[in-house]
């Protein structure tokens, strides 16, 4: 264990982790981390490294510990040996029986119980690395847990401690402010602000108390924020923003739009014909008046200039309209073309099968008169072999009907 440091919290307000005196420490947290656990968590607080698994609801075993109305919660709280400094005495200790306690009543207003009766709820706690503040952590974690195994709950549950150190009241206690501190205070609270657990080791005023409680208040919305992004990311479905659809539709929809090749171009032309349109009648008027105002002339001439490149730029544009035109037609020509190719070559397959059917017809009838042919001659001349044979039947040699003839004989 290191000697206790001279100051713990630095002239301008630093503590010996470099945080201010309302910060907490920097908060990890992984989400179903063991897979024969129904919820699981690792989190990691500071130097705090813990894991929680959460099984059940399951039937309770010994059944004597059932409750035939509600489940029963049950929180065990574990150091492994190696977690501290020194060797921590495996098995449960006065300690952590006393932290398993108050962790469970810290959940119990907010599991819902009643809805599985005798059953168990049962939170297993292992501290890998301790470095102050582990019971808060160890619900901190839980609440992941438990949430992450589907257990009811009316909201989550965050924990942080506040202490005296150097006479100032801090937020989260880290290691040495907890060996050389003056006094140390975890809380527990649901989400609404509800107090489910609250400790105190050391001397504290109530106007110490009350300051403490306003920096636990914005600890715990911190936790409270990082254990609902955590959440968030393992349960939240994302939606399709139907905004963002409606905007895919209408790219989908300008992109199923035929391109017009020279639709561009056609918009100028026609823009610039409008404009030299303008451009004459105005003139038209100005040029009246310029006949009684001779200071106008000059406006007058620039004006006839614009008109002249407006109409060149028509000239351009009936050029372009002329180009689409003509391509137009020669599109349209091609096509025709085509078309005629592909009559010709489907006419030509049409007569092709129809010749090749009326052939296999052919073909069949005539197999099927030659072999009509074929079967007339033969009985003709069958008729013609029994008549010549003439009234008697055919008899069986009886030398050749095997045993029956040996028999007779
Ligand atoms: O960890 P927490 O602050 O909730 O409980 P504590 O009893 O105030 O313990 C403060 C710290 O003392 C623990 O976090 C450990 O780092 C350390 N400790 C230890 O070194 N050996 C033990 N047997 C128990 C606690």
Not at 25 to 31: A, C, G, L, T, V
Not at 258 to 268: D, I, Q
Request: hydrophobic share 35%.
């Amino acid at each position: 264990m290191s000697d206790k440091p001279d100051k713990l919290i630095t002239d301008d307000g630093l503590r010996l982790d470099g945080r201010r005196a309302d910060e907490i420490r920097p908060m990890k947290i992984e989400i179903g981390v063991l897979s024969r656990a129904d919820g699981s968590c690792y989190l990691e607080w500071g130097r705090n490294k813990i894991l929680v698994g959460v099984f059940g609801p399951r039937e309770a075993h010994p059944r004597r510990l059932q409750r035939a109305d509600t489940a029963v919660i049950r929180y065990r709280y574990n150091m492994a040996s190696f977690s501290v400094e020194d060797r921590a005495r495996p098995g449960p200790s006065r300690r952590s029986i006393e932290i398993s306690k108050v962790s469970r009543e810290a959940f119990e207003p907010v599991i819902m119980a009643e809805l599985f009766p005798k059953t168990a709820i049962d939170i297993f706690v292992e501290i890998l690395q301790a470095d102050a503040g582990t019971r808060t952590a160890a619900i901190n974690a839980s609440s992941i847990a438990l949430a992450d195994a589907g257990i009811p709950m009316k909201g989550l549950v965050t924990s942080c401690a506040f202490g005296k150190v150097d006479g100032q009241i801090v937020l989260d206690l880290n290691k040495e402010e907890d060996n050389y501190g003056e006094a140390d205070f975890p809380v527990a609270m649901t989400q609404d602000g509800e107090i489910t657990l609250l400790q105190m080791d050391g001397h504290l005023t109530p106007e110490e108390i009350k300051k403490g409680l306003e920096l636990i208040k914005k600890g715990c919305k911190e936790i409270l924020e990082i254990q609902q992004t955590v959440l968030r990311k393992k349960f939240e479905t994302p939606v399709e923003e139907p905004e963002a659809k409606a905007e895919e539709t209408e790219i989908e929809a300008e992109e199923t739009e035929p391109s017009l090749e020279y639709a561009p171009e056609a918009a100028v032309v026609e823009e610039v014909i409008e404009e030299a349109e303008e451009l004459e009648e105005e003139l038209s008027e100005e040029t009246t008046e310029a006949g009684a105002v001779t200071e106008t002339v000059p406006e007058a001439e620039e004006l006839e200039e614009i008109v002249k490149e407006a109409e060149a730029e028509v000239v351009d544009g009936e050029a372009i309209e002329e180009a689409i035109e003509a391509e137009a037609e020669e599109e349209a020509e091609e096509e025709t073309e085509e078309e005629a190719e592909e009559e010709a070559e489907e006419e030509a397959e049409e007569e092709a099968e129809e010749e090749a059917e009326e052939e296999a017809e052919e073909e069949a009838e005539e197999e099927a008169e030659e072999e009509a042919e074929e079967e007339a001659e033969e009985e003709a001349e069958e008729e013609a072999e029994e008549e010549a044979k003439g009234p008697w039947k055919v008899v069986k040699d009886p030398s050749e009907s095997g045993s029956r003839g040996e028999n007779d004989e």
